[in-house]
């Protein structure tokens, strides 16, 4: 793949995820906002294009830390990695950084009161990844297999109550760009995951547990919204094509 100005992030990130930690650097959202193009990104946010390229290049011809080539998965593949890996991280760290920031407001909130923001936008978040999961792991994956199942079986596919699977896809990405939202208003308060001064272990503890929390979720929602979403779409449209 040949970088030029007229690719977006999300195209360059999903055939190479190792170009995250470039955009990552830059402040590029390559998730929520993986549609932009390079041309787009650099002219609002004044970086050298050229500089960006070369950057992306060098990364990509890098043979260290090589990555899994996700987008040559098949469907029900990356649907039950998603599941497997980053729904069961999400459900297993969430109540522990429940815990750690709670005894921090209960401990720090007086001297650090951007830590009740902290939480509460952190409670929100959990709450509704919790809902957003669930209709992935009920509704949509499911469907998801269903094609894939009957494209390699060669059976027809009777359509779902939803209509077009870009139904739900468009519901889902509403809900991951509010998910990257609340976790820039996290980063801001606490000032890119940089603990205090006067921060205890606990304290410098679930700073990085949260820094960890939204680059997994980075990955999670790029997985979907650059990879499996636009693959599921193409697959249901080679069913109308049959139909």
Same mark, same amino acid.
Request: hydrophobic content about 35%; some cysteine; charged content about 30%.
């Given at each position: 793949?040949?970088?030029?100005p007229?690719n $977006?992030?999300?195209?360059?990130? @999903?055939?190479d995820?190792?170009?995250a930690a470039?955009? &990552?650097?830059y402040?590029?959202?390559?998730?929520? *906002?993986?549609?932009?193009t390079?041309?787009e %990104?650099?002219?609002?946010?004044?970086?050298?294009?050229?500089l960006l390229?070369?950057?992306i290049?060098r990364?990509?011809?890098?043979?260290?830390?090589?990555?899994?080539?996700? *987008?040559?998965?098949? =469907?029900? #593949?990356? $649907?039950?990695?998603?599941?497997?890996?980053?729904?069961?991280? %999400?459900?297993e760290?969430?109540?522990?950084?429940?815990q750690? #920031?709670? *005894?921090l407001?209960?401990?720090?909130?007086?001297?650090?009161p951007? =830590?009740?923001?902290?939480?509460? #936008?952190?409670?929100?978040?959990?709450?509704?990844?919790s809902?957003?999961m669930?209709k992935?792991e %009920?509704?949509?994956?499911?469907?998801i297999r269903?094609? /894939?199942?009957?494209q390699?079986?060669?059976?027809? =596919?009777?359509?779902?109550?939803?209509?077009?699977?870009?139904?739900?896809?468009?519901?889902?990405?509403?809900?991951?760009?509010?998910?990257?939202d609340?976790?820039?208003?996290?980063a801001?308060l606490?000032?890119n995951y &940089?603990?205090?001064?006067? @921060?205890?272990?606990?304290?410098?503890?679930?700073?990085?547990?949260?820094?960890?929390?939204?680059?997994? #979720?980075? /990955?999670?929602i790029?997985?979907?919204?650059?990879? =499996?979403?636009?693959k @599921?779409?193409?697959?249901?449209?080679?069913?109308?094509k %049959?139909s």
């Amino acid at each position: 793949m040949e970088i030029t100005p007229k690719n $977006t992030i999300g195209e360059i990130v @999903a055939d190479d995820f190792r170009t995250a930690a470039t955009f &990552s650097k830059y402040s590029i959202d390559f998730c929520c *906002k993986g549609h932009r193009t390079i041309e787009e %990104v650099c002219k609002k946010r004044a970086i050298d294009e050229e500089l960006l390229i070369a950057e992306i290049e060098r990364t990509r011809a890098s043979e260290a830390n090589q990555s899994f080539d996700y *987008k040559t998965w098949p =469907l029900d #593949l990356l $649907t039950d990695y998603i599941e497997k890996t980053h729904h069961r991280y %999400v459900k297993e760290k969430t109540p522990v950084i429940f815990q750690f #920031l709670n *005894k921090l407001c209960n401990v720090h909130g007086e001297r650090h009161p951007e =830590l009740f923001d902290i939480n509460s #936008l952190f409670s929100a978040s959990a709450a509704d990844l919790s809902a957003h999961m669930r209709k992935e792991e %009920v509704i949509l994956f499911p469907f998801i297999r269903k094609m /894939k199942t009957a494209q390699i079986k060669g059976d027809f =596919l009777e359509m779902p109550h939803f209509g077009t699977i870009e139904n739900p896809i468009a519901m889902m990405k509403q809900e991951h760009n509010t998910e990257g939202d609340r976790f820039k208003k996290i980063a801001a308060l606490t000032n890119n995951y &940089s603990p205090p001064a006067d @921060a205890c272990n606990t304290y410098k503890v679930t700073f990085a547990m949260l820094e960890e929390f939204e680059n997994d #979720l980075h /990955k999670h929602i790029h997985m979907e919204n650059n990879i =499996l979403f636009p693959k @599921a779409i193409n697959l249901e449209k080679k069913f109308e094509k %049959v139909s």
